[in-house]
């Protein structure tokens, strides 16, 4: 029996790894801004925080919140992610893709490393987009001023979790494994926010090709129960681990 939290866990993978941890017997606590579905998935082993994980001084607050009621944390699993079709401004002044997707991630892995630190095998599994190569992290306009796309958000998003994963293990100084995992297309995530035209067409093709949120989570699971040895593991889809992670994104800014 271990505590995990979930961020973004009130709908889609990161609500079907919640049911199935509590399943488990583990105590999971579910990070997530509708007040609704977090309540109504609360109870039992479950308990909801409601956070605007896109807010800097939320997700701070959270983490005080975390660190102060739990002493030790033994799986932190990030899936909060959410597409905006027009580029959104945080109260913080970020691009709201960027804050959540990227940089709640960055705050919430460093924060809670205390409590990380305190398992006996801690793990973090970062669902994001290990192992594509499109996209680049925008280091002269990371909050995309003078030109937004909401694919363009997304893969800048993603290539900076994949730097994320390696700057943790490098400069952390935490044991806790950090695990870069691509589940593949899957039937999971809130659509509601896109074009309706843009909303047919995934519902077509995700009754074609995508994966159902089951086969996609069960992965997750297997990293939660075994973690890998190395500092930082990515794993897609259905594929084995590899030791050897090689990020797409150069780890410095370049022109």
């Known amino acids: 029996m271990g505590v995990v939290v979930v961020s973004g866990g009130t709908n889609g993978m990161g609500r079907a790894l919640a049911l199935g941890r509590a399943e488990r017997g583990d105590r999971v606590l579910v990070l997530g801004r509708s007040r609704e579905r977090g309540e109504a998935l609360a109870g039992g082993s479950i308990a909801f925080l409601p956070v605007d994980l896109s807010s800097v001084a939320e997700t701070r607050q959270v983490i005080d919140h975390i660190l102060a009621?739990?002493?030790?944390?033994?799986?932190?699993?990030?899936?909060?992610?959410?597409?905006?079709?027009?580029?959104?401004?945080?109260?913080?002044?970020?691009?709201?893709?960027?804050a959540l997707y990227?940089?709640?991630?960055y705050l919430l892995s460093f924060g809670l490393r205390p409590a990380l630190d305190r398992a006996t095998a801690p793990v973090i599994v970062n669902v994001a987009g290990v192992g594509v190569t499109k996209g680049k992290v925008h280091w002269a306009d990371p909050q995309m001023t003078?030109?937004?796309?909401?694919?363009?958000?997304?893969?800048?998003?993603?290539r900076a979790n994949d730097l994320l994963g390696v700057g943790f293990s490098q400069r952390s100084g935490s044991h806790a494994r950090y695990v870069l995992y691509h589940p593949g297309?899957?039937?999971s995530g809130d659509r509601s926010a896109l074009p309706l035209l843009a909303q047919g067409l995934l519902a077509?093709?995700?009754a074609v090709a995508a994966r159902p949120v089951a086969d996609a989570v069960a992965p997750i699971h297997r990293i939660l129960d075994v973690p890998p040895t190395?500092?930082?593991?990515?794993?897609?889809?259905?594929?084995?681990?590899?030791?050897?992670?090689?990020?797409?994104?150069?780890?410095?800014?370049?022109?």
């Open 230 to 255: 190395a500092p930082v593991t990515p794993s897609i889809g259905k594929s084995d681990f590899r030791p050897v992670f090689r990020p797409s994104t150069p780890m410095t800014p370049s022109g």
């Open 146 to 158: 003078l030109g937004y796309s909401a694919i363009a958000a997304q893969l800048q998003a993603g």
């Open 204 to 206: 077509v093709a995700a």
């Open 185 to 187: 297309f899957t039937k």
């Open 69 to 98: 009621e739990y002493e030790v944390v033994d799986a932190l699993a990030l899936f909060a992610n959410a597409v905006a079709p027009r580029r959104i401004v945080t109260v913080d002044g970020l691009e709201r893709t960027f």
């Open 102 to 105: 990227y940089l709640s991630r």
